[in-house]
């Protein structure tokens, strides 16, 4: 049988001392719904990464669009770090306080541009706005192709005064985020950071970011420069050499074998 490269150097990496796992939310562990805010974690994914999560020198981290409030309903008491806003909120476990790359004045402007797009674009637009508080994500993929120019106008007119924002466009929606550079690699950084997974600890760390769009490249990228791996969930991937995985059904069995894997690894040390 043929060797896969990328299933061998994934077995190696089994058995650093360190895992940092991390994964995008939507359209990674959880399906996309045509109303954002109902698509939901699978309760076994949850499960799963809870128990990894408890077991020793394992952290596991979600680095989502979506705010921490949305992320906690997610994975209740699972003691996962939850990165927020791509990490520009992060809540470790067993914290009360999360951390904030974001000052009050960004803050400000988003919830300035919040109020304006619901008064400029209109209902029968059928978009959807979901305000995250760090970022805002306007969908726009009920909205019927004749009414888009009418969207644009809207959109334009709603951030044109409104400092210290910047605009991203992606497949079917418009996103607002504050004005500086920050992506989930830079996210993942801060995380890595703060359980000690730098420096020479690093090379006994194995490393892994799950995503599925665009936006999760700076992960992949920060988990490739440290000898980890890349899980690509989405057939749009084919051709890939990093892990793969067609749906979040696959990522949630991907999940469920890492645990398998960790705790068989630990109970053969104590044997």
Request: with cysteine; hydrophobic share 40%; aromatic share 8%.
């Amino acid at each position: 049988m043929e060797s896969n490269p990328v299933e061998d150097r994934l077995n190696q990496l089994f058995h650093k001392k360190n895992w940092l796992l991390a994964f995008d939310r939507d359209g990674t562990l959880a399906p996309f719904t045509v109303d954002p805010a109902a698509s939901k974690v699978p309760p076994e994914t949850v499960h799963a990464l809870g128990e990894l999560a408890k077991l020793p020198n394992v952290h596991v981290a979600i680095v989502s669009a979506r705010p921490i409030p949305f992320l906690k309903a997610d994975f209740g008491d699972a003691p996962l770090t939850l990165a927020g806003n791509y990490g520009m909120e992060i809540l470790y476990a067993g914290s009360e306080q999360r951390t904030l790359q974001v000052g009050d004045h960004h803050r400000e402007s988003i919830a300035s541009l919040r109020e304006r797009l619901e008064k400029l674009v209109p209902p029968s637009t059928r978009t959807i706005l979901e305000d995250h508080e760090l970022t805002i994500c306007l969908h726009y993929h009920l909205t019927p192709s004749d009414m888009m120019p009418e969207i644009e106008a809207a959109v334009h007119e709603a951030y044109l005064e409104i400092p210290h924002l910047r605009v991203r466009r992606l497949q079917t929606s418009i996103e607002f985020m504050p004005d500086f550079d920050w992506d989930k690699g830079l996210g993942l950084a801060n995380v890595a950071e703060h359980f000690g997974l730098t420096g020479d600890e690093a090379k006994e760390t194995f490393f892994m970011f799950a995503g599925d769009s665009e936006a999760d490249e700076p992960g992949f990228e920060y988990v490739l420069k440290r000898g980890g791996i890349a899980v690509r969930v989405g057939k749009h991937w084919m051709g890939k050499p990093d892990y793969l995985c067609d749906n979040p059904d696959n990522t949630g069995h991907l999940i469920e074998r890492l645990l398998k894997v960790r705790q068989k690894d630990l109970h053969a040390k104590q044997i």
